[in-house]
T-cell receptor, first 116, second 114 residues
Framework: DTGVSQNPRHKITKRGQNVTFRCDPISEHNRLYWYRQTLGQGPEFLTYFQNEAQLEKSRLLSDRFSAERPKGSFSTLEIQRTEQGDSAMYLC??????????????FGEGSRLTVL | AQSVTQLDSQVPVFEEAPVELRCNYSSSVSVYLFWYVQYPNQGLQLLLKYLSGSTLVESINGFEAEFNKSQTSFHLRKPSVHISDTAEYFCAVSYGGATNKLIFGTGTLLAVQP
């Protein structure tokens, strides 16, 4: 059983560097979501894809953040010129969306970013 | 604004005691409600969900939650907890629509003590 896979699991970087996280969703899941979770908070929605189309971005996603899902399969989340406030757990989740039905959202184990 | 409130950041309880984790959401015409559990160093896992129908929903490991529309609540309960239930529990709501995104509460740490 291959669930949602995220890499790397941990990333430590210096302020100002760029980082990229990868998410491999469950195959045949057409919806892919990115969330951010900081200490003591619940996950906060960042953006989502329907196949390869990015359909919504949160205000939390500044212009330093970019996400792609080029072939409607895996997705990448890139943060440019990282700041200490970017330190968080970045969560990826996927689901199979059919005709508006609420399917279960499956989460990966997350990628923890620490910006020094 | 759409929001979920979990008033208790931490709930300590002794093993075999009952527990209730509270969740309230901002009102809307239709909502879909979820409880997720996060064990240490693991990802979020769906515990149970309310989409429609019976307002009382149950999980396979003894948890239950009741959708109360008048009180806009979806509290999670278990009559007898185990040490292994120690985890962070997140309540989440979806208001449907095109995004179908989940809005999460801040989480409640259930700390079961022997």
């Amino acid at each position: 059983d291959t669930g949602v896979s995220q890499n790397p699991r941990h990333k430590i970087t210096k302020r100002g560097q760029n980082v990229t996280f990868r998410c491999d969703p469950i195959s045949e899941h057409n919806r892919l979501y990115w969330y951010r979770q900081t200490l003591g908070q619940g996950p906060e929605f960042l953006t989502y894809f329907q196949n390869e189309a990015q359909l919504e971005k949160s205000r939390l996603l500044s212009d330093r953040f970019s996400a792609e899902r080029p072939k409607g399969s895996f997705s990448t989340l890139e943060i440019q010129r990282t700041e200490q406030g970017d330190s968080a757990m970045y969560l990826c989740a996927s689901r199979r969306e059919t005709g508006g039905a609420i399917g279960e959202l499956f989460f990966g184990e997350g990628s923890r970013l620490t910006v020094l | 604004a759409q929001s979920v409130t979990q008033l208790d950041s931490q709930v300590p309880v002794f093993e075999e005691a009952p527990v209730e984790l509270r969740c309230n959401y901002s009102s809307s015409v239709s909502v879909y409600l979820f409880w997720y559990v996060q064990y240490p160093n693991q990802g979020l896992q769906l515990l149970l969900k309310y989409l429609s129908g019976s307002t009382l929903v149950e999980s396979i490991n003894g948890f239950e939650a009741e959708f109360n529309k008048s009180q806009t609540s979806f509290h999670l309960r278990k009559p007898s907890v185990h040490i292994s239930d120690t985890a962070e529990y997140f309540c989440a709501v979806s208001y449907g629509g095109a995004t179908n995104k989940l809005i999460f509460g801040t989480g409640t740490l259930l700390a079961v003590q022997p």
